[in-house]
């Protein structure tokens, strides 16, 4: 980001090869919306490069991008269309994975446990899932989630541990139902 | 939140995970877990989501995402042009307006120069009156404003509260005026 500031129009090109893709997977998470989610990552760079002149790195430029994602995040949750979550996130892969089908080997199994947490973390409070995202994911730490979101670090240590909570007693119950159906 | 299978630890567990509890308290709950098979459950379960989560595959932008970005910005970065040029229209605004007074103030001055001559230049060729009074015809022009020059004769008009530029034709016509009105009343 410096050597953008300085000038270096090939570091921004850097920054988006970088980023863009990790950007994406959070603001999908976030937005339940693979086409809303694009969007945003280009809202996200054009900040970025709007800011080449007034940047300071008075912290990590991973957690000031992803402050810049969860802002435009959570104020595109707020507007009325956001009525209706799941739109168009990739739904028909993440639901062939997430077959209650009997799983036929390890990866399988790996594999719909992994969109089932996907799936079960849209229905999560969206602070929550913000929150447990930027923390067990992309590795901020409490206090830089607490800058994000605008709130303390104790109440990020409550939202990342109900958002955990709830996801593994989801992931619990969904293991036990396939048990009982994969029980003669 | 807290539950039964956690022995009220919950969001201490999970900090522990997140490597974000004081040295004393993580200690304290690594002991815990040391005798308490259900917090070790409970974070087990609670670990398990973190890895699920990292398993979400990064799915590559649109191929032409960097490329629709970069029209973005040259778009509003004309934009921005634009809108500099749009401020200094609106800047420009009241300069455009103070352009407008000088040169109306001009056009008055050439008006009321003109209107003299009309009312007392001589109309037969007989010598200037000589007099203390400054002689119409010394009546010094009005110095030229290159913005009057420049000005459209519409907002001459308008300037001047008269209805059509063709008013100002008039005024810079006068002796044509002067001599159709003359043969006008000869004529009568």
């Given at each position: 980001m410096l050597a953008f500031c300085e000038g270096d129009a090939a570091a921004f090109d850097a920054l988006f090869r970088r980023w863009a893709a990790r950007l994406l997977r959070y603001l999908e998470r976030m937005l339940r919306d693979a086409g809303l989610a694009e969007e945003l990552v280009q809202e996200v760079f054009l900040r970025v490069y709007g800011a080449r002149g007034s940047y300071?790195?008075?912290?990590r430029f991973s957690t000031w991008l992803y402050r810049i994602a969860t802002n435009l995040a959570l104020n595109e949750l707020r507007?009325?269309?956001?009525?209706?979550?799941?739109?168009?996130?990739d739904d028909a892969a993440a639901e062939a994975l997430a077959?209650?089908?009997?799983?036929?080997d390890d990866l399988t199994h790996a594999r719909r446990s992994v969109a089932a947490v996907d799936r079960a973390l849209g229905d999560v409070p969206e602070r929550q899932r913000a929150a447990l995202w930027l923390v067990a994911?992309?590795?901020?730490?409490y206090a830089e989630v607490a800058a994000s979101l605008g709130v303390s670090e104790s109440a990020v240590k409550a939202l990342v541990h109900r958002a955990r909570e709830s996801l593994a007693a989801r992931l619990e119950t969904r293991g036990s139902s396939a048990e009982g159906e994969g029980s003669p | 939140m807290t539950g039964p299978s956690d022995c009220g630890r919950g969001e201490d567990l999970s900090a522990l995970l997140d490597g974000e509890l004081a040295p004393e308290r993580d200690a304290e709950l690594r002991a815990h877990l040391a005798g308490c098979a259900r917090c070790r459950a409970q974070l087990a379960s609670l670990a398990r989501v973190d890895v699920l989560l990292a398993g979400i595959p990064v799915r590559e932008t649109s191929a032409d995402l960097q490329a629709r970005l970069r029209a973005r910005i040259a778009a509003e970065d004309e934009a921005g042009a634009l809108a500099g040029r749009g401020r200094g229209r609106r800047t420009g605004g009241p300069l455009q307006a103070s352009r407008r007074v000088r040169a109306l103030a001009a056009a008055c001055a050439a008006a009321a120069a003109a209107l003299a001559l009309y009312f007392?230049?001589?109309?037969?060729?007989?010598p200037l009156p000589q007099g203390p009074e400054t002689p119409v015809a010394q009546?010094?022009?009005?110095?030229?404003d290159p913005d009057f020059d420049a000005l459209p004769a519409e907002e001459i008009a308008v300037g001047l509260e008269l209805d059509t530029a063709q008013d100002l034709d008039v005024i810079a016509n006068l002796d044509l005026v002067e001599a159709l009105a003359a043969q006008g009343k000869d004529a009568g």
């Open positions: 300071r790195p008075e912290a507007r009325p269309r956001r009525s209706r979550p799941h739109a168009s996130l077959s209650d089908d009997p799983p036929s994911v992309e590795g901020l730490s | 007392f230049a001589p109309r037969t060729p007989t009546v010094p022009a009005p110095a030229r």
